[in-house]
């Protein structure tokens, strides 16, 4: 493995890791959190300190060091969670987040923030030697590469209670893989007294001997007050290969003292319930691999004591790093598979076969299958929106940090499954929607005091699934959008005629025109006139689709529906002036087939359709887009009714519809260009090329047409009258 590919991998797990910090530190936001949670938030800490530092990542390393300490002392128990330390722990966790963003992007930039966050974890750290520029203590001990020997470190002033055994075998790739086991025994020198004992039986005559592969495995003895879980730390990347054995003690170290915080129950079966023979949390890591842990001690009677005193623990979950290359290629592989399904389907029918024949049945079988089979290679790609959620409570602290606002961010709905590219490209426009929220939507503090609101704004961020879409939305309990301001905006930034009458939700929508921004000045969050129409070009680009709605003085949302995946959807193929496209079944409502009298004029060439009493506009779908025709919109054309959150109900006139099918979605950006009305292309059965539009787009196009054909009317209206 390279050193490239080892940087992935460490990439990769600090993503997990920081989940782990980001859902401890909300359980401490939250008053909600266990002793486990303190020790979680440590070892998450502690792990990525300890492989970054294995790429030279000194930043990383430095603050996670201070970071790590402060940690240690909560942990221990010297340190009471008063809100100042709650807050900086939290905006620690966001800074260690960025820095990893920072690593991976190979940057030297280091925050502005952060120095100002090393000082206050060295205030809360205790100890002025641990200052931003003390150096890093060095480990006193010597390690004799060639003897083998046992060799001994000694901790003075430290009383052996607790005695463990651990065995690291030879593992033919430890030093490709990056590990050094001299580092490995530097940090168990801190936990006590450490017996090293080398076997080098396995070493090859010199012909035979490879450098690069390790022949020596270790056996270690660990006597001093610690717990199974300080020693797995040190083993993090190892954890699944090394064998620790308790054989003899039972020290479970110090109760933490957290404000809020109860420690969690655990049956325990020793004679001294104060010292325990193990926390919970060890005992559930033991039990999650049952294969590190020896079958034997040389003392059985305090094994079974010890094991007595395990509860019992859920079997883990694992999991498989794919690369998502390979499962692109899989779900390319599935998507060619429907459409030869569809091609036979096709032929089989042209050529006149019985809808009851044995093979028309195997083919519905074919059908099942190559449904089900697409569904399962989707659920791969599938990932919760939580990590992504996540993210966002750190871009609210930041935020309301600069504008000394107090906010909170409530989740809801993070267990919702969207693709994984999905969830990558909502990152952006979610970040500029959020941080609108802080800047312009939650009030300052004076300003919602004298509106009669909390002092704490609150944005909502949630997520469900919809009518086979993915809705998200941000609501905040704001001012709401000043719709006077907004259009006197528009109207001196030369966006809008300034006699121009507009409905609310028009004026909503110059909020998404490009260069739009009502900030009076330009700080690092707005001002710049970027933002919001860089989240509607990421919305529709992704094939979703945004709305607006506010209440003035009482708050503003933002509603996205999204597809469940970029790479299959459900259609229904539809024929308008000779051409054949595609319509997302997720947005048809329902086909109606009209009779004359429900057909009504409207305008000069509009139509409407009368529905259960209440009118929708029919939209001609060929003239929209361009195809020559010259049919008008009567009883003979089927109407297709769709919703969009923007313009409600509207028919779409077509001339036949021929099939409902899941087709595979062929992006028309990449190979040709952006088509307007169009969101993608797909292959039929016969081999041709299908367009599928984009209903909020072909209903906005019909908007400018129907303003287009107002002004037109209005022009003939005035030239008849100059005439008279």
Not at 184 to 197: H, I, M
Not at 407 to 427: F, M, P, S, W, Y
Not at 467 to 478: M, R, T
Not at 669 to 693: F, H, P, Q, V, W
Request: glycine share 8%; proline share 5%.
């Amino acid at each position: 493995m390279s050193r490239d590919d080892l940087k992935a991998t460490f990439f990769a797990e600090c993503e997990d890791l920081l989940d782990q910090l980001s859902e401890g530190t909300g359980e401490l936001e939250a008053g909600t959190a266990t002793e486990e949670t303190v020790h979680a938030i440590f070892r998450a800490v502690h792990s990525i300190k300890g492989a970054a530092g294995a790429f030279a990542l000194d930043t990383l390393v430095k603050f996670a060091h201070r970071f790590e300490t402060v940690l240690d002392r909560l942990r221990s128990g010297s340190l009471v969670l008063d809100p100042d330390a709650l807050q900086t722990i939290l905006r620690s966790g966001d800074m260690l987040a960025e820095l990893v963003e920072l690593a991976q992007a190979e940057s030297d930039e280091e925050p502005s923030q952060m120095a100002e966050l090393i000082e206050l974890l060295v205030g809360l750290s205790g100890s002025e030697e641990d200052g931003p520029g003390a150096p890093e203590p060095d480990e006193a001990f010597e390690f004799t590469a060639v003897s083998f020997m046992p060799l001994s470190f000694d901790e003075p002033g430290e009383d052996a209670e607790d005695v463990y055994k651990i065995r690291v075998p030879a593992i033919a790739d430890l030093f490709r893989n990056g590990h050094d086991p001299f580092l490995l025994f530097a940090e168990l020198v801190g936990l006590g007294q450490l017996d090293v004992s080398c076997d080098a039986s396995a070493l090859p005559v010199s012909d035979e001997f490879d450098p690069n592969r390790c022949y020596l495995s270790w056996e270690l003895t660990l006597t001093g007050s610690m717990t199974e879980v300080s020693i797995r730390d040190a083993f993090v990347f190892l954890d699944d290969i090394c064998e620790i054995e308790q054989v003899s003690g039972g020290s479970a170290g110090p109760a933490l003292d957290l404000p809020g915080i109860e420690p969690e129950d655990s049956p325990m079966t020793t004679a001294e319930p104060s010292k325990p023979s193990m926390p919970q949390v060890a005992a559930e890591e033991a039990a999650a691999e049952p294969a590190a842990v020896a079958s034997s001690t040389s003392e059985p009677a305090a094994a079974e004591k010890s094991k007595a005193a395990k509860p019992a623990a859920s079997i883990p979950q694992t999991t498989l790093r794919v690369d998502p290359e390979r499962v692109d290629r899989l779900i390319n592989t599935v998507g060619e598979l429907i459409i030869n399904q569809a091609v036979i389907t096709q032929k089989l029918v042209a050529s006149g076969m019985a809808s009851n024949s044995d093979i028309m049945s195997d083919l519905d079988d074919y059908q099942y299958l190559a449904r089900e089979l697409q569904e399962g290679v989707m659920a791969i790609r599938a990932q919760p929106v939580k990590p992504l959620f996540q993210r966002m409570q750190r871009i609210v602290r930041e935020a309301a940090y600069s504008l000394g606002k107090d906010v909170a961010l409530v989740t809801e709905g993070e267990a919702t499954e969207i693709d994984k590219t999905l969830v990558e490209r909502l990152a952006e426009p979610l970040t500029h929607m959020i941080r609108n929220a802080v800047d312009h939507g939650i009030e300052g503090p004076e300003k919602r005091a004298a509106a009669g609101k909390s002092a704490q704004g609150t944005i909502k961020l949630s997520a469900a699934h919809c009518s086979g879409d993915v809705l998200i939305e941000i609501s905040d309990d704001g001012a709401g959008l000043n719709r006077k301001r907004i259009l006197e905006k528009a109207v001196s930034q030369g966006m809008v005629a300034a006699d121009a009458k507009m409905a609310d939700s028009e004026i909503d929508n110059l909020l998404f025109m490009a260069g739009f921004s009502t900030a009076e000045k330009v700080t690092n969050l707005s001002g710049r006139g970027v933002g919001m129409d860089v989240v509607k070009t990421a919305i529709t680009s992704l094939g979703g689709r945004i709305s607006i709605s506010s209440r003035q003085g009482m708050g503003t949302k933002f509603s996205i529906a999204l597809p469940l995946t970029l790479a299959v959807m459900d259609g229904m193929v539809i024929h308008a002036a000779g051409e054949t496209l595609v319509a997302p079944l997720s947005s048809v409502v329902e086909t109606i087939r009209p009779k004359p009298k429900d057909i009504l004029p409207f305008g000069r060439d509009g139509r409407l359709l009368s529905i259960r009493g209440t009118y929708v506009p029919i939209v001609n779908l060929a003239r929209l887009l361009g195809f020559p025709t010259e049919a008008e919109i009567t009883s003979d054309n089927i109407l297709i009714l769709i919703r969009s959150e923007q313009s409600g109900l509207v028919a779409l006139a077509v001339d036949d519809i021929s099939d409902q099918r899941q087709v595979v979605i062929k992006s028309l950006e990449g190979n040709y260009g952006a088509i307007e009305g169009i969101s993608a292309a797909t292959i039929l059965g016969d081999g041709r090329i299908a367009l599928i539009i984009d209903t909020d787009a072909i209903l906005s196009l019909a908007g400018h047409y129907g303003r287009e054909m107002a002004s037109r009317e209005e022009m003939d209206y005035a030239q008849t009258a100059t005439m008279g």
